[in-house]
């Protein structure tokens, strides 16, 4: 058993936006980029939505090639969240399994330059609701006259 440069068979990479959690497995085959088992067209029919995800590889593709992916299954499950965070979720965990599979550093700064939240990504939680009021803020308001 020998440890070296050798090519895992697969790169695993996971992000998370909000609530939304993603899991990406990266490994050969037929070029197919499935989320939650459904082609990206059938899961995402919003135009803007799949523009959002297929964004990691459209720059990758830029920065490595044409035919770099082609031969290339991604794999995404997304948990949580609304479908734009759920979006941005699967758009970062592709972001980072790209960038581990191909040992790119070109390829990291090309979506650090583009948008550092490809693999970065964006801390920010809705904050709780507390007691009195309906909202995180918001209080009952009363009146004394």
């Keep these: ?24 497995v990266i490994k050969p085959g037929r070029g197919e980029l499935r989320i939650n088992g459904f082609l990206v067209n059938v899961y995402a029919p919003n135009e803007f939505v799949r523009a959002k995800i297929l964004e990691p590889l459209k720059i990758a593709e830029l920065i490595l090639g ?16 609304g479908f734009m965070a759920q979006a941005d979720a699967a758009r970062m965990a592709i972001g980072r399994a790209l960038v581990e599979w191909t040992g790119s550093e070109e390829l990291k700064e090309a979506y650090v330059e583009y948008d550092r939240t490809i693999i970065a990504g964006d801390p920010r939680q809705t904050e709780p609701k507390k007691f009195g009021g309906r909202s995180a803020r918001a209080r009952v308001q009363k009146s004394y006259r």
């Design 66 to 81: 044409e035919n770099s992916l082609q031969n290339l299954d991604i794999h995404v499950t997304v948990k949580g969240g």
């Design 1 to 24: 058993m020998s440890f070296g440069a050798e090519k895992k068979p697969y790169v695993f990479a996971s992000a998370k936006r909000k609530t939304a959690r993603a899991a990406v």
